[in-house]
């Protein structure tokens, strides 16, 4: 059927950043600012939507994954090491740390209807429920198929996605006052958390997930056209999520957000105890997606960069996302806060992203690489605009870190 050449990775991408992490930012976006910092998640859905279509672009003209092209083009010298060395600590071992998140925040998400065990062993205490969605995330992946994989996602993201809207909807927000939220006003105060609302949003392993996914479902240069809808569609989606999100923040009314109760707390007032399982679901179902995509995501890396195959059922992609998947499971068990992790996790993406969105900024103007795919001189001046933007944002978000 012809419209299945317009869906393509793209709710894998959309299922990647809507995560434990972005549901936590975001209801602390809105329960510190309101709809103040809307303009922010708009601007995060742009800049995501032009650097994944770039990295689509890489992956659709090269036929190899992101990884594989920077390798390759780096072939010499310091800047080869430094760069591999930068990749696999800012998407291996970040991945391994966010996988701790996603899987404690999926847990969270259950803990709303089923009761915590915790079982000691040894100097850790291991959650069952963490060791269930651990278990559950690897048997998806270990199916060794992209198509049900794909499928999986696509059904989680649906329900997850109608879950915070219908929530949000239902919170009754005032529709004026949301509409003036997407007035740009940075400063001292919110800054901090707006980079972490685009840290959460233009994820830099999903940008070489994408690229290398792309290259398994497109191959001819006219599919361009496919990926461009199929990229859009699902980051302006997963941007619509992430701002029904920050509305259930403000109308929420919670003072803090230090746990799931949290969360549903405020809203469950005014809606009833459906509030909190549908809070539930889709903080369960934002934990599950990510928890499959990082494993995923951190191996397809990992294989492109020693020129390994990614496909699903070969051992090194196995091994590699048994991994992931195991260091989160352990990760997750030394007893750190979830929310506290993800929200730390989140603005260290914010910080790292100039560094990823300028290889391929440098890649996509290569013209013995891209041949005519080469960005146009407009596209050029709108990259490097946001990227200016995601740098300046990124160094004063760290600076009030460090500071």
């Not at 269930?132 to 997850?160: C, D, E, Q, Y």
């Not at 840290?199 to 830099?204: E, R």
């Not at 960069?305 to 352990?330: E, P, Q």
Request: aromatic share 8%; charged share 10%.
């Amino acid at each position: 059927m012809t419209w299945k050449k317009y869906i393509g990775p793209g709710p894998v991408i959309a299922a990647a950043f809507i995560g434990p992490g972005t549901v936590t930012v975001c209801t602390m976006a809105g329960v510190n600012f309101g709809f103040e910092l809307l303009w922010a998640m708009l601007l995060s859905i742009l800049v995501t939507i032009v650097f994944q279509e770039m990295s689509a672009r890489i992956g659709l003209f090269t036929q190899k994954g992101l990884a594989t092209v920077l390798s390759e083009k780096l072939q010499k010298g310091i800047l080869r090491y430094f760069s591999i060395a930068l990749i696999l600590a800012a998407i291996v071992l970040g991945n391994a740390a966010y996988e701790a998140g996603n899987i404690s925040g999926a847990a969270l998400g259950l803990e709303a209807v089923v009761e915590t065990k915790i079982v000691p062993l040894g100097h850790l205490k291991v959650n069952l429920i963490n060791l269930l969605i651990g278990v559950l995330a690897m048997v998806l992946l270990l199916t060794g198929s992209f198509k049900t994989i794909g499928n999986v996602l696509t059904g989680l993201v649906i329900g997850m996605s109608l879950a915070f809207i219908v929530t949000a909807v239902l919170s009754k927000p005032d529709w004026m006052e949301l509409l003036q939220g997407f007035i740009p006003n940075a400063n001292g105060e919110n800054i901090f958390t707006v980079v972490a609302l685009i840290g959460t949003t233009v994820v830099p392993y999903n940008l070489f997930l994408h690229a290398d996914l792309v290259a398994k479902k497109w191959q001819r240069p006219e599919d361009i056209c496919y990926i461009r809808f199929d990229t859009i569609l699902a980051v302006t989606l997963g941007g619509i999520v992430s701002m029904a999100i920050m509305v259930v923040g403000k109308q929420g009314g919670a003072l803090e957000v230090s746990q799931f109760s949290d969360l549903a707390k405020g809203i469950e007032v005014l809606m009833g105890t459906g509030a909190k399982y549908l809070m539930a679901f889709g903080l369960f179902a934002a934990g599950l997606t990510s928890a499959m995509t990082a494993p995923l995501a951190a191996a397809i890396v990992i294989a492109n960069l020693f020129s390994w195959s990614s496909d699903l059922k070969s051992k090194n992609m196995r091994i590699s996302m048994a991994g992931i998947l195991l260091l989160g499971l352990v990760f997750s068990s030394f007893g750190i806060k979830p929310l506290l992790l993800i929200s730390t996790a989140q603005v260290a993406n914010g910080a790292l992203l100039p560094l990823v969105s300028g290889y391929i900024l440098w890649l996509v103007n290569r013209k013995s690489l891209m041949g005519n795919a080469t960005n146009s001189p407009w596209m050029n001046i709108l990259a490097v605009g946001l990227w200016l933007v995601t740098l300046v944002l990124g160094g004063m978000g760290v600076w009030k870190v460090l500071g």
